[in-house]
């Protein structure tokens, strides 16, 4: 069956650093489009970055666009965002999700990991 | 960038009821709306994409509808399970993709 599984998370000190992880199993990684989407404690939902199949093609949140580097690696079934230049509002649980249909750009997401908590704090 | 404003905040219901949320979009996004449901602790599941279509294994007392800037999910006979958060979702223009502020589906 579908897996997503994100780690990396923890406690950074503002303007520190951490690199999540999300490792993909029961599917065919690299024939689907993979965004992050985070969630601020006791908030909703805010898309954060967007990487294409191959990893050719990347969007990215304003509100992270510099600080924020989002990669994959098809051969390992992983993708991987580089959180750089934390703040105090990057605080918040980060999801992996798949978009809905293999091989095109769908923007919908039918399949989430359990997230990964980033907490940034002096 | 597009705003969904979604409505009520929270809605209170017994099991039983029909549910009725509103999604409204800033501007138009054609049929490129879904709708996702998350309970405390877990993360979100799709329920509709493209503002009418059924995801795989969502029961048919879930069911979306509306066109351009105006979207409604509905729940018919309410389950003690529905109760939850509820977002809708726009593809329509991006980037950014963009999440409506949520409703929160509440036992009465």
């Known amino acids: 069956q579908v897996q997503l599984v994100e780690s990396g998370g923890g406690l950074a000190k503002p303007g520190g650093s951490l690199r999540l992880s999300c490792a993909a199993s029961?599917?065919?990684?690299?024939?689907?489009?993979m965004s992050w989407i985070r969630q601020a404690p006791g908030k909703g939902l805010e898309w954060v970055s967007y990487?294409?199949?191959?990893?050719?093609?990347?969007y990215y949140a304003g509100s992270v666009k510099g600080r924020f580097s989002i990669s994959r690696d098809n051969a390992k079934n992983s993708m991987l965002l580089q959180l750089n230049s934390l703040r105090v509002e990057d605080t918040a649980v980060y999801f992996c999700a798949r978009d809905k249909e293999p091989k095109r750009s769908f923007q919908t997401f039918d399949y989430w990991g359990q997230g990964t908590v980033v907490t940034v704090s002096s | 960038e597009i705003v969904l404003t979604q409505s009520p905040v929270t809605l209170s219901l017994s099991p039983g009821e029909r549910a009725t949320l509103s999604c409204r979009a800033s501007?138009?996004?054609?049929?490129?709306l879904a709708w996702y449901q998350q309970k405390p602790g877990q993360a979100p599941r799709l329920l509709i994409y493209d503002s009418s279509n059924r995801a795989t294994g969502i029961p048919a007392r879930f069911s979306g509808s509306g066109s351009g800037t105006d979207f409604t999910l509905t729940i018919n006979s309410l389950e003690p399970e529905d109760f939850a958060v509820y977002y809708c979702q726009q593809r329509s223009d991006w980037p950014p993709i963009t999440f409506g502020q949520g409703t929160r589906l509440e036992i009465k």
């Open positions: 029961g599917f065919s990684f690299s024939d689907y489009y």
């Open positions: 990487i294409s199949a191959s990893g050719n093609t990347i």
């Open positions: 501007q138009s996004v054609g049929s490129y």
